[in-house]
């Protein structure tokens, strides 16, 4: 047998060829039928530490520089009495002996601001960043990795959830809500609308008092799709050309319960497999 009759499809040896897992096509009755095989993305290994860094990185570019004026603490009319008065050489404020300025006084600058010139952005290979990529899309078909990230996922339940693409279609969160009973992960959607509350802290000052639980990611062709799916508690609506590893692993914990459409899947397997970036 010649070396080349040995080789796959794709030019590799068959013994290291990539397994191709297989999924049911869930139609929008809420029935399984053919199977598809998925991307060789999601037969890569889950990559913890890879995933955590990917979406560190990520967070770190909305990070908001932020710093103390630079007069903090110094708008005082201060003077210093000299040596030998038998107190402490701290400055003072004019004609007093109330202590300013300094940053062992009330009200004087601090010691060690903060700069608005720290960079706080973490870099990532571009090797790394799609790697992380398939190792999140590879967490999504494990259920034990999305129980454990908090999912009510149902036993029997083939992993990641490819629907037909008259998905995308759904306009009403009716039709959402009636889809997704019919596959028992209604109580998913309870579980992060139940899972609201109050922040502990000043964030509450600051525009985030409240804390929501994340629950679905429906991955769609293009954008504007899945209009149904966008207001329902923790749901996330993202088409595949802006899919990230954020997206996928919320927080960096791999293992988001996720949908599909068919159409998303082929548009994910020419991202991933055609050299697209990630």
């Known amino acids: 047998m010649s070396d080349t009759s040995r080789r796959g499809a794709a030019g590799a040896p068959e013994e290291h060829a990539p397994t191709h897992h297989r999924v049911h096509l869930i139609s929008l009755k809420g029935t399984p039928g053919e199977t598809v095989p998925l991307p060789a993305a999601f037969s890569s290994p889950v990559r913890t530490d890879l995933i955590q860094r990917a979406v560190d990185a990520a967070r770190s570019h909305r990070r908001q520089p932020h710093g103390t004026s630079l007069t903090a603490g110094l ?5 210093w009495s000299g040596k030998g008065k038998g107190v402490s050489r701290t400055p003072r404020l004019m004609n007093s002996m109330t202590g300013a300025q300094a940053p062992n006084t009330v009200g004087g600058r601090p010691a ?20 992380a990529f398939a190792a999140a899309l ?14 009510e996922v149902p036993e029997g339940l083939h992993l990641p959830v490819v629907f037909e693409s008259p998905v995308e279609e759904l306009k009403t969160a009716a039709e959402a809500r009636a889809l997704l009973t019919k596959l028992e992960l209604w109580s998913d959607i309870e579980r992060a609308s139940d899972g609201v509350h109050l922040r502990a802290g000043r964030g509450r000052r600051r525009g985030r008092a409240r804390r929501h639980p994340r629950s679905l990611l429906l991955v769609t062709s293009a954008p504007n799709k899945g209009l149904g799916f966008r207001n329902l508690p923790g749901v996330d609506v993202v088409p595949v050309g802006r899919l990230g590893t954020e997206d996928l692993a919320p927080g960096g914990t791999a293992g988001r ?5 068919l159409a998303a899947l082929e548009g994910l397997r020419t991202r991933t497999e055609g050299g697209g970036e990630p």
């Open 138 to 151: 590879a967490a999504t078909r494990e259920a034990k990795l999305a129980r454990a990230r908090g999912h």
């Open 257 to 261: 319960l996720t949908l599909i459409s």
């Open 75 to 79: 708008r005082h009319s201060v003077e």
């Open 112 to 131: 060690h601001p903060p700069r608005v010139d720290t960079i706080w952005t973490k870099k990532l290979n571009t090797k790394e960043r799609r790697l």
